[in-house]
């Protein structure tokens, strides 16, 4: 998928990139996305394995890498986890994102922060870089917090905040990765009707979030900024256009539940439309995010899907 900015990514030829949280969804499409568009360029990825974030000696024994950039994409990132679990939470999140700000401190690299739209309450839309964050979950809050955090200790990093998203196929743990099986499995029973949400929201792509963070990085961008998909939906709408692209409408009916009877069996409170407004980027002519359903249609023609019908 050839872009306007290809050209502009290739800043970034020849850079050596530490890459956290790599087993994850948002760090493998980082990685995907930079072989694909970067030549020549030295790639540390870390998984969980290779770099516990809450070890800071662990953290610390990579200062010699001396990498030009860091794309810290490992965290906690069940919002229902963390509210049952607070100090796993906070451990990982919070302490964890202090542990690489001082690895970024002492090699002198750029910090990528990838923030979620869970820090907001929904509550003033639409949400832009200058919208007040009152996050509703512990998930939200640790978050806000190691946003925080890296901006009062590194003036050169990067923050973008960004829509829900969907992306990775087996390392999917999010709404689209979670909700294509769970089709599959009510199929094979012979069960013809879902109940699904009506929470709004932006479906947003992975590969699509990393291509234009990368531009970002490439531009040596700094601060914060908006980044989710063109468009918005519910669950529910999400998920008509799921069997629709999969052509199993005729198998599966799909019913309409309230957000209220939905959030009963989550822990954490999550807004209940969050809706982001990408106004630096489009500012700047720099906002390469796709409409949801076209992304969504590239996703899901992927034989991963297609197999489990």
């Known amino acids: 998928m050839e872009r306007d900015f290809d050209k502009k990514i290739s800043k970034l030829n020849g850079k050596k990139i530490l890459i956290t949280g790599i087993d994850g969804m948002l760090g493998s499409s980082f990685e995907e996305t930079i072989k694909k568009y970067v030549q020549n360029c030295d790639i540390i990825s870390t998984s969980k394995k290779e770099m516990d974030i809450t070890d800071s000696k662990e953290v610390l024994s990579y200062v010699e890498s001396k990498m030009d950039i860091i794309i810290h994409c490992a965290a906690k990132v069940n919002a229902d986890f963390c509210e049952k679990y607070p100090k796993e939470s906070f451990r990982e999140i919070v302490s964890g994102t202090n542990n690489i700000i001082s690895l970024a401190q002492k090699t002198n690299a750029k910090l990528f922060y990838p923030q ?141 539940i309230s957000s209220s009877k939905f959030s009963k069996k989550e822990n954490a409170k999550r807004p209940e439309i969050a809706i982001m407004d990408n106004k630096k980027l489009k500012q700047e002519s720099i906002d390469f995010q796709r409409g949801w359903k076209h992304s969504l249609k590239e996703y899901l023609s992927h034989r991963y899907f297609r197999d489990m019908f």
């Open 116 to 256: 979620s739209f869970l820090i907001f309450d929904g509550k003033s839309l639409p949400i832009d870089e200058g919208t007040a964050p009152n996050p509703l979950s512990k998930y939200g809050k640790d978050k806000l917090l190691a946003e925080k955090n890296v901006l009062a200790n590194l003036s050169n990093s990067l923050i973008v905040r960004m829509g829900g998203f969907f992306g990775g196929y087996k390392k999917d743990k999010n709404f689209v990765g979670k909700i294509v099986p769970h089709i599959s499995k009510l199929i094979q029973t012979g069960k013809e009707t879902l109940e699904i949400g009506n929470r709004v929201w932006q479906p947003t792509y992975t590969n699509d979030l990393a291509y234009n963070c990368l531009v970002l990085l490439a531009d040596d961008k700094k601060g914060v900024y908006n980044m989710a998909s063109h468009g918005k939906a519910s669950f529910y709408e999400l998920t008509l256009k799921i069997i629709s692209l999969l052509k199993i409408e005729r198998e599966i009916n799909i019913v309409p």
